[in-house]
T-cell receptor, first 119, second 111 residues
Framework: GAVVSQHPSWVICKSGTSVKIECRSL??????MFWYRQFPKQSLMLMAT?????????EQGVEKDKFLINHASLTLSTLTVTSAHPEDSSFYIC???????????????FGPGTRLTVL | SQQGEEDPQALSIQEGENATMNCSYK?????LQWYRQNSGRGLVHLIL?????REKHSGRLRVTLDTSKKSSSLLITASRAADTASYFC???????????FGAGTRLAVHP
């Protein structure tokens, strides 16, 4: 149990376009989802925390108008990179906390990541 | 901002040897977790140690936590080539279950 998927696994887009990345919890209800960004050979940097049905909380330095997060259901959160530029090229990873099958999960379960390349 | 540092940044060993990675952090924590990441993939949760625990084992993994020194170590015994990956520590400081990741150690295990 506790599987998180992301779609797409990779995407290449032109500068100026918007890209949407989906994060789904497959077998549990994710009350909280987190979005991270990871540059090559670096660690994960938390971008934002989203709770189902409420606005996301962004970390300092992350532009909320550029990285739109929607957590409209207990199994889906989306990250939209608006007007993407080459410096937005990165590996985006989501994680989820929640409950399912009678269990409450205290650890975050991570998706496989989405590699975004902006040309 | 990153919570802490890990050392070494990179570690290269032979199969069968033990690998030790260290993590230091700056603020008080609820728990500390270790994750593994294969190149270009998502994270796999290895072990969680709570702030009131000093040592924890899981298979070939041994984690210690010294809250007075704000540090933790991950020991992988009898390493295998399949252990080649990046290893990250992450601290939960109690604020909304947010995790703050260390810089990571890239481990290479040679057959």
């Amino acid at each position: 149990g506790a599987v998180v998927s992301q779609h797409p696994s990779w995407v290449i887009c032109k500068s100026g376009t918007s890209v949407k990345i989906e994060c789904r919890s497959l077998d549990f209800q994710a009350t909280t989802m987190f979005w991270y960004r990871q540059f090559p050979k670096q660690s994960l940097m938390l971008m934002a925390t989203s709770n189902e049905g409420s606005k996301a909380t962004y970390e300092q330095g992350v532009e909320k108008d550029k990285f739109l997060i929607n957590h409209a259901s207990l199994t889906l959160s989306t990250l939209t990179v608006t007007s993407a530029h080459p410096e937005d090229s990165s590996f985006y990873i989501c994680s989820a906390l929640g409950a399912g099958g009678g269990k409450t999960y205290n650890e975050q379960f991570f998706g496989p990541g989405t590699r975004l390349t902006v040309l | 901002s990153q919570q802490g540092e890990e050392d070494p940044q990179a570690l290269s060993i032979q199969e069968g040897e033990n690998a030790t990675m260290n993590c230091s952090y700056k603020t008080s924590i609820n728990n500390l977790q270790w994750y593994r990441q294969n190149s270009g993939r998502g994270l796999v949760h290895l072990i969680l140690i709570r702030s009131n625990e000093r040592e924890k084992h899981s298979g070939r993994l041994r984690v210690t936590l010294d809250t007075s020194k704000k540090s933790s170590s991950l020991l992988i015994t009898a390493s295998r080539a399949a252990d080649t990956a990046s290893y990250f520590c992450a601290t939960d400081t109690g604020g909304y279950n947010k995790l703050i990741f260390g810089a990571g150690t890239r481990l290479a295990v040679h057959p």
